[in-house]
């Protein structure tokens, strides 16, 4: 059974940082994009960033570039969003998510597997 755990969220100030992790099991996924969303009660999820397996490429959403950073690490089959500068406007349920397939794409819908979300609060 594939699993993907999240954790790290939590509430923070403004300006300040986060560090998401997510460990996938049940399944290999190095080959895979990974990635993150976010969502806001009542919005559809936002793409924040992912990750190639091979050459470790990312794509980060508009509203986080510059600010947070997306790794990987292939052999414990586990995917962090560090997240810096952090603004009330990026307080979300964030969601860590794999595509199986080999061409990035940021649409919620082209990815196959979801964890079950960490909440991440920054206050002003």
């Known amino acids: 059974q594939v699993q993907l755990v999240e954790s790290g969220g939590g509430l923070v100030q403004a300006g300040g940082s986060l560090t998401l992790s997510c460990a996938a099991s049940g399944r290999t996924f190095s080959r895979y994009y990974m990635g993150w969303f976010r969502q806001v009660s009542g919005k559809e999820p936002e793409f924040v960033a992912a990750?190639?397996?091979?050459?470790?490429?990312?794509k980060y959403g508009d509203s986080v570039k510059g600010r947070f950073t997306i790794s990987r690490d292939n052999a414990k089959d586990t995917v962090y969003l560090q997240m810096n500068t952090l603004k009330p406007e990026d307080t979300a349920v964030y969601f860590c998510?794999?595509?199986?397939?080999?061409?990035?794409?940021?649409?919620?819908?082209?990815?196959?597997?979801w964890g079950q979300g960490t909440q991440v609060t920054v206050s002003s």
């Open positions: 998510a794999v595509r199986t397939a080999l061409i990035y794409s940021v649409s919620p819908g082209s990815y196959d597997y």
């Open positions: 990750i190639s397996s091979g050459d470790g490429s990312s």
